[in-house]
């Protein structure tokens, strides 16, 4: 069983930066692909970014690349993001989540974090 713990949201203006992060419980967490991802008002959850278990296999939604950074630190058990040149439509509830090594989906959530941007 894997707990998730986000933090770091919050109200911003447009042009700002943010960092996520999602403290996770678990002895097998290094084991674990950790996501990100972000459910706006009145649209479905999507995918924001997913790190492998060793770290160096990245991926990101087209409308963050370039702009968000997703990294984690396995000895601190914690996966981060790092969100730069924030805009409007970035505005979700964002939540952490946690794939085992042989799932087919993410299997472990976060409660959220609000993050809102201002234009």
């Known amino acids: 069983q894997v707990q998730l713990v986000e933090s770091g949201g919050g109200l911003v203006q447009a042009g700002a930066s943010l960092k996520l992060s999602c403290a996770a419980s678990?002895?097998?967490?290094?084991?674990?692909?950790m996501g990100w991802f972000r459910q706006a008002p009145g649209k479905e959850r999507e995918f924001v970014a997913r790190?492998?278990?060793?770290?160096?296999?990245?991926y990101y939604a087209d409308s963050v690349k370039g702009r968000f950074t997703i990294s984690r630190d396995n000895a601190k058990i914690t996966v981060y993001l790092q969100m730069n040149s924030l805009k409007p439509e970035d505005t979700a509830v964002y939540y952490c989540?946690?794939?085992?090594?042989?799932?087919?989906?993410?299997?472990?959530w976060g409660q959220g974090t609000q993050v809102t941007v201002s234009s």
């Open positions: 989540a946690a794939k085992e090594p042989l799932a087919t989906k993410f299997n472990y």
């Open positions: 678990g002895r097998t967490f290094s084991t674990y692909t």
């Open positions: 790190i492998s278990w060793s770290g160096d296999r990245l």
